[in-house]
């Protein structure tokens, strides 16, 4: 019995490696990519994408395996099951509106920040922060937002699992500092980016208070010059407050 949970548990592992292996491909890959990408038989790989394929998790199309629409159907329960997506979903959307940039709600989930809405304005610039996007929360001022409403204990558990990896050339990546920039951000309310994940854009991120729900933040993404003033950063922060308080508000009266 024992050996043959085990070889489920492997089967299993290997259907979810070559699901990562289409996503990692960007979304769609050929047989032969996955092989190459997995270093699996692609006897092995053709036998787990007839079982994903059956479950609608992936589409096979002009030579193709696609990501099906049903990972989208079950990443649609797992953005709403608390009920932060569609309390925050308007203020994100506002938070967009007012300042014409890119608008972010993300929570944390196994140690990584998920993103599960974004919005963009009408001077929003285009990044990779798309719905279901799995990032290092040290990276980003979102996910510095959320390590900031964390226990240090919490947190420490999170770097021994993820690690501290640099991204760009100001990315954190020594313990010490970021705790000391997560007591700054507890203190102040307020999380900063500057182009510790991606070069050119800064970000400004906010925590907020979900209560006994998923840790959740919100922020938003600029190009780094048009974050320069003080008079525009201000204004920034400002609005991502408001709006983390508007959302606080709703959730603690749902």
Same mark, same amino acid.
Request: net charge negative; proline share 2%.
């Given at each position: 019995?024992?050996?043959?949970?085990?070889?489920?548990?492997?089967?299993?592992?290997?259907?979810?490696?070559?699901?990562?292996?289409?996503?990692?491909?960007?979304?769609?890959?050929?047989?032969?990519?996955?092989?190459?990408?997995?270093?699996?038989?692609?006897?092995?790989?053709?036998?787990? $994408?007839?079982? /994903? &394929?059956? @479950? !609608?998790?992936?589409?096979?199309? *002009? +030579?193709? %395996?696609? =990501?099906? $629409?049903?990972? /989208? &159907?079950? @990443? !649609?329960?797992?953005?709403?099951? *608390? +009920?932060? %997506?569609? =309390?925050?979903?308007?203020?994100?959307?506002?938070?967009?509106?007012?300042?014409?940039?890119?608008?972010?709600?993300?929570?944390?989930?196994?140690?990584?920040?998920?993103?599960?809405?974004?919005?963009?304005?009408?001077?929003?610039?285009?990044?990779?922060?798309?719905?279901?996007?799995?990032?290092?929360?040290?990276?980003?001022?979102?996910?510095?937002?959320?390590?900031?409403?964390?226990?240090?204990?919490?947190?420490?558990?999170?770097?021994?699992?993820?690690?501290?990896?640099?991204?760009?050339?100001?990315?954190?990546?020594?313990?010490?500092?970021?705790?000391?920039?997560?007591?700054?951000?507890?203190?102040?309310?307020?999380?900063?980016?500057?182009?510790?994940?991606?070069?050119?854009?800064?970000?400004?991120?906010?925590?907020?208070?979900?209560?006994?729900?998923?840790?959740?933040?919100?922020?938003?993404?600029?190009?780094?010059?048009?974050?320069?003033?003080?008079?525009?950063?201000?204004?920034?922060?400002?609005?991502?407050?408001?709006?983390?308080?508007?959302?606080?508000?709703?959730?603690?009266?749902?």
């Amino acid at each position: 019995m024992r050996n043959a949970k085990t070889a489920s548990v492997r089967a299993t592992e290997t259907s979810l490696s070559v699901l990562s292996g289409i996503e990692s491909l960007g979304g769609r890959a050929t047989l032969a990519e996955l092989a190459e990408e997995l270093d699996f038989a692609k006897s092995t790989i053709y036998k787990h $994408l007839n079982t /994903l &394929e059956n @479950g !609608g998790f992936v589409v096979f199309r *002009d +030579g193709e %395996y696609l =990501v099906g $629409l049903r990972c /989208l &159907e079950l @990443g !649609g329960i797992a953005q709403r099951y *608390d +009920g932060i %997506y569609d =309390v925050a979903k308007p203020e994100v959307r506002r938070m967009a509106v007012e300042t014409g940039e890119l608008a972010n709600l993300m929570i944390e989930e196994r140690g990584y920040g998920i993103y599960i809405h974004t919005t963009s304005g009408d001077r929003a610039v285009n990044l990779d922060t798309s719905l279901g996007k799995r990032v290092y929360l040290h990276q980003t001022a979102i996910g510095k937002a959320l390590l900031s409403s964390l226990s240090d204990d919490r947190v420490e558990e999170i770097l021994d699992r993820r690690g501290l990896p640099g991204e760009t050339e100001h990315t954190i990546t020594d313990r010490e500092t970021l705790f000391e920039e997560l007591a700054a951000i507890r203190s102040e309310g307020v999380a900063y980016d500057k182009e510790e994940r991606v070069d050119g854009t800064g970000c400004v991120g906010v925590p907020v208070d979900t209560g006994d729900r998923r840790e959740a933040a919100i922020s938003i993404t600029a190009p780094i010059n048009r974050l320069a003033s003080a008079e525009r950063e201000r204004e920034i922060i400002d609005t991502v407050k408001q709006a983390a308080n508007v959302i606080e508000v709703n959730l603690a009266h749902e």
